[in-house]
């Protein structure tokens, strides 16, 4: 989903401790080649990726927003959104009236977003991102119509909060490529069990829930709200997106 110098990328009610994940954008995409990657900042931290057949269409039009139609054949799969980097924590300077002091705090992202996902087959809409020391690779999954198998993944429990109710799972990948390169590494979850497109997704609730599951976070380097399609086996994609970011 990313080189190092290009920024890309990107249930269930009931399930089981462990079982078959949803291909993540990792095992679609070479991290080392960037001939096919873009990245652009007109208002966010855009990306778009595409390989294989199929017709890819995205396009970032300012203000945060990217707008995306597909249709995947075999081999086939993208990945387009808008976002921050670094993610996770927004610095901002703040004054202590007290002391009369400005100091640079940090203040985890909301993460608001809206707009249409209309997608059929493998994908999804979700808030993906990388940390450092831990290399871990995480998603915040929104919406989706059919998200494929790939590794098993771990329950870790679940939590609520006004925005919604989320399973958290763990799943690792070895020997794969990453923001570092090829390495092995951990991805962590969150699904939301009731989809939606467009609100406000509060990182901090995400962060501290996956801390007390025992899922520690790195240093943040980027966050984007993607859109993905992807294909598996006779599984194709297509669709059409609009999202805002903001």
């Known amino acids: 989903m990313v080189s190092f110098t290009i920024l890309t990328t990107a249930l269930l009610v009931s399930l089981p401790t462990a079982f078959a994940a949803p291909r993540g954008v990792t095992s679609l995409i070479n991290h080392e080649t960037v001939g096919k990657q873009l990245e652009a900042r007109q208002g966010g931290y855009y990306s778009f990726w595409s390989e294989g057949g199929g017709s890819f269409r995205c396009s970032q039009q300012g203000g945060g927003k990217y707008t995306c139609n597909w249709s995947g054949q075999a081999g086939g799969g993208f990945v387009a959104g808008t976002g921050f980097k670094p993610g996770g924590s927004r610095l901002d300077w703040q004054t202590n009236f007290a002391t009369l002091r400005t100091v640079l705090t940090n203040n985890a992202r909301a993460v608001k977003?809206?707009?249409?996902?209309d997608?059929?087959?493998p994908g999804y809409l979700a808030l993906y991102g990388w940390t450092r020391n831990p290399l871990i690779e995480y998603y915040i999954i929104e919406s989706y119509d059919i998200l494929a198998p790939g590794e098993p993944w771990t329950r870790k429990g679940n939590f609520t909060f006004e925005e919604g109710t989320y399973e958290?799972?763990?799943s690792q990948r070895v020997n794969k490529p990453s923001i570092e390169g090829t390495r092995t590494f951990t991805q962590f979850w969150s699904v939301r069990t009731?989809?939606?497109v467009g609100g406000t997704i509060t990182t901090q609730k995400h962060f501290d829930a996956w801390s007390k599951a025992g899922m520690r976070l790195g240093g943040?380097?980027?966050m984007i709200l993607c859109t993905e399609g992807f294909a598996n086996g006779t599984l194709l994609p297509s669709g059409s997106s609009t999202i805002t970011v903001s």
């Open 119 to 121: 997608a059929k087959g």
């Open 168 to 170: 958290l799972y763990t």
């Open 194 to 196: 009731e989809k939606r």
């Open 220 to 222: 943040h380097d980027y």
């Open 113 to 117: 977003y809206a707009g249409t996902y």
